[in-house]
């Protein structure tokens, strides 16, 4: 389905086939509590929980009636065992995450008292997600269907290949693309025209707005947005505190209400783009994505971690 085409609301017959590619990671949640003493003790709370960009936003897909699938890869350990245990109980496909010889992905997430992260990553297993196994999630698609491609596989030289593949199978088999333009930090690394070049021909593109100002040059949010809006025909970008705005088909601009509450923003961004997406991809209108997504992120957010506190185990 392309962007801008009307639908019924959904039913589980017409639900929408997605292929989420990327990573699968544990996520250490540290949230500090006093000020960080270097060399010190810094009293914190410290929560595990699954994570990952690509497992979120198929956790959030399914959530929002979609079929989901995620290629992707975890190690041979119990970390990975448990990550596809959370994924299949959100009713995700799991068939394609496969068990590569490297360890589970980690990130330590460090979440201030405002609620901000800074994300320490090992990407493990993700890395050894293979082009084969990426074209192979696609090829099982019941339809045309849908392939999301999280940024950091195509931003790592380990996996780029294997999300440029992802999107050449979504092209061959007639299904609409999105990505995410991930992290600044990878982004710069790789290069903002590199991740430009690799994306083109995606309908939707999803970043925030620092990603967004690397990728075009332009400051102001409404200039980022119409200046990726000439490169991708749907384009919505995320604003932290000030909600998030898209840019349609038809050349309007529209804005998600900012978030409530702020236990962490930690999955904030996963929950808008893949509640947005499910939207989308049954005709509801740019304004009605961005509600849905923008609710979904203020669930995020008032909760602890990417999923919500019931995912988490204290430490």
Known sequence: MTPGVDADVPGPADAPDVVVVGDVMVDVLVEVQ???????????RVSTAPGGSAANQAVWLARAGARVALAAAVGADPLGAAARGALEAEGVDVASVVEASGWTGTVVALVEPDGERTMLTDRGANRELT????SAAVDRLTGAGHVQVSGYVLLDEATRATGVEALAAAARHGATRSVDASSTAPLLAAGPERFLALAEGAEWCFCNLAEGRLLTGE???ADVLRALGARFP???VTLGDEGALALGVDGEVHRAAAPGPVADTVGAGDALTASYLAARLVGSSVEDALASGGAAARRAVATRG???WSGYSRT
Not at 34 to 44: I, Q, Y
Not at 131 to 134: E, F
């Open 34 to 44: 006093d000020a960080r003493v270097h060399g010190s003790d810094t009293a914190s």
């Open 131 to 134: 082009p084969a196994a990426a």
């Open 219 to 221: 400051r102001a949010p």
């Open 234 to 236: 749907e384009v919505v």
């Open 306 to 308: 990417a999923r919500g």
